[in-house]
């Protein structure tokens, strides 16, 4: 008798269909339609009219944060390794008003680079991608090789970054831009920019060997080491793709508005940093998605369009936003200690 139950036991055991897990970012999209339904529903109570069904409103939403949504994408990558980067912001100031020095009209009589004007769109792109690259590369450079906390790394390059901004344009700035650079910040051109990038570093992070590395060194740098991954370097990498993406968030910035100025991008690394928290990834690292982020990019500009839209003072959205990052780093520390326990 004991056998037989021990073998129903087993077979039990063995045809138990095993639980299917829900995708992590379900959690996060029923967030967004939360967060939307309840504008809606505001938006009838306070201003008697629709937030969702309005077209115009929608693509707002979309283009005010394409440019931090590029941002984010190199940003996610960076909290992945449990690391930070307080720098996007001002290198996405640099990089406007470097792209914007090579993108000036030439019958401008107060041009930058008087000797370098009307050029085809491809140089000041490049120029601005490369400005960032070169900071991105100077913040993995200290992180890797001198043991500095990354938190205290990239606030120095935030402060130097936006300092050469501001010597570079003497305070004032460079307007008078060429229509081909500006196309690249027309229309829905920023969304499918960060689309595209949004796509290109899903399949990096999720199928190739530089997001597996990626993740092991977020999860544990020391066994990432002992395994055989060169972390120093992959890590100067890692910031280097966040600052060409910065770059590359600058150069868009700096077309939209068709000028280069050295106060742009100011918040824009608060903004990126809480897209990626709210959008799952962990800030104890080896945690996070592409696609989540995306999904807390939206949900940021839901809410600021919202609060816009019900005509709530940018002050309460600022200590809004601020309290949202708090609890989304409240909610990533308690699944941190479910998981450990």
Partial sequence: MSLLNSTVGAQ???????????????????????????????????????????????????????????????????????????????VVAASAVVAASLAQVSDFPRAVFPQLTDLPAIYPILAGVFAGLVIGVINGSLIAYTAIPPFIATLGTMVAA?????????????????????????????????????????????????????????????????????????????????????????????????????GMGVMYELDAIAAVVIGGTSLAGGLGRITGTVIGVLILGVMTSGFTFIRIDAYYQEMVKGAIIVAAVVADQYRQRKRRS
């Avoid at 897990?21 to 339609?33: A, N, Q």
């Avoid at 969304?191 to 796509?199: D, K, Q, T």
């Fill in 12 to 90: 039990s055991m063995t045809f138990k269909p095993a639980r299917r897990k829900l995708p992590p970012e379900l959690g996060i999209l029923l967030v967004l339609v939360g967060i939307s339904l309840f504008f809606e529903a505001l938006g009838w109570w306070v201003n008697g009219q629709s937030f969702l069904m309005n077209p115009e409103r929608l693509q707002i939403i979309i283009l005010q944060m394409a440019v931090i949504g590029i941002i984010a994408v190199g940003v996610n990558l960076v909290i992945i390794t449990s690391g930070i980067d307080l720098s996007s912001g001002s």
């Fill in 162 to 262: 936006r300092g050469f901004a501001k010597w570079f344009t003497g305070g004032m700035p460079v307007s008078m831009l060429t229509d081909d650079f500006a196309w690249i910040g027309s229309g829905a051109v920023p969304v499918f920019i960060f689309l595209i990038l949004a796509a290109i570093f899903h399949v990096v992070l999720r199928y190739t060997r530089f997001g597996k590395f990626t993740y092991a060194i977020g999860a544990n740098r020391q066994a990432a080491i002992v395994s055989g991954i060169n972390v120093n370097r992959h890590l100067i990498w890692i910031y280097a793709v966040a600052g060409v993406l910065s770059g590359i968030a600058g150069t868009v910035t700096a077309a939209r508005a068709i000028s280069g100025q050295s």
